[in-house]
Antibody, heavy 120, light 107 residues
């Protein structure tokens, strides 16, 4: 049973940085694409970034391109999201999600999420 | 980006009812559509993938259909645990976009 647990959320000022972590267990970490998806208060989910199974391909939503970086440490079974130059509109719960193993974006499981608040 | 539009935004129903939620894509996405259920303060949960395939462990009263640009999620014989918000999501191309959600309320 795949388990994903996010951490690293908190309150940060506009223009600041934060790094989120997602600890994975229960599956072969290097065999699946992984995502970050966020959800602003009262809104639907918004896909943020994808890292493919071998870590060689990354894709980002236009809203975060150039500011956020997705990466992983396979020795620690951990996915990261480095967030720089944060804006108030980045305030959201950030979820880590794992693909089912089929086409990219076919999510199979979600973590419980971590809250990021960007405010002065 | 592909836009996903759900209807209705809110749906009131009673335990035992059968309800249908519609999701329309702004362009054809084949069958690359998932449905997720979310309860307040919790992460989404995958119900259906590839338009009509039930995720393991999801009750058979949930069913999905459609292809191209129009899709439906049907919940038969509503149970108290089913009152939640439902989102469709396309994954034919990034950005993988979600619908705005349908809140299923108890009548």
């Amino acid at each position: 049973q795949a388990q994903l647990v996010e951490s690293g959320g908190g309150v940060v000022q506009p223009g600041g940085s934060l790094r989120l972590s997602c600890a994975a267990s229960g599956f072969t970490f290097t065999a699946y694409a992984l995502h970050w998806v966020r959800q602003a208060p009262g809104r639907g989910p918004e896909w943020v970034a994808l890292l493919n199974y071998d870590g060689n391909e990354k894709h980002y939503a236009d809203s975060v391109k150039g500011r956020f970086t997705i990466s992983r440490d396979s020795s620690k079974n951990t996915l990261y999201l480095q967030m720089n130059n944060l804006r108030t509109e980045d305030t959201a719960v950030y979820y880590c999600a794992k693909d089912r193993g089929g086409p990219w974006g076919e999510i199979g499981s979600w973590g419980p999420g971590t809250l990021v608040t960007v405010s002065s | 980006d592909i836009q996903m539009t759900q209807s209705p935004s809110t749906l009131s129903a009673s335990v035992g009812d059968t309800v249908t939620i519609t999701c329309r894509a702004s362009q054809s996405i084949g069958s690359w559509l998932a449905w997720h259920q979310q309860k307040p303060g919790k992460a989404p949960k995958v119900l259906i993938y590839e338009a009509s395939n039930l995720q393991s462990g999801v009750p058979s009263r949930f069913s999905g259909s459609g292809s191209g640009t129009e899709f439906t999620l049907t919940i038969s014989s509503l149970q108290p645990d089913d009152f939640a918000t439902y989102y469709c999501q396309q994954y034919i191309t990034y950005s993988y976009t979600f619908g705005q959600g349908t809140k299923l309320e108890i009548k």
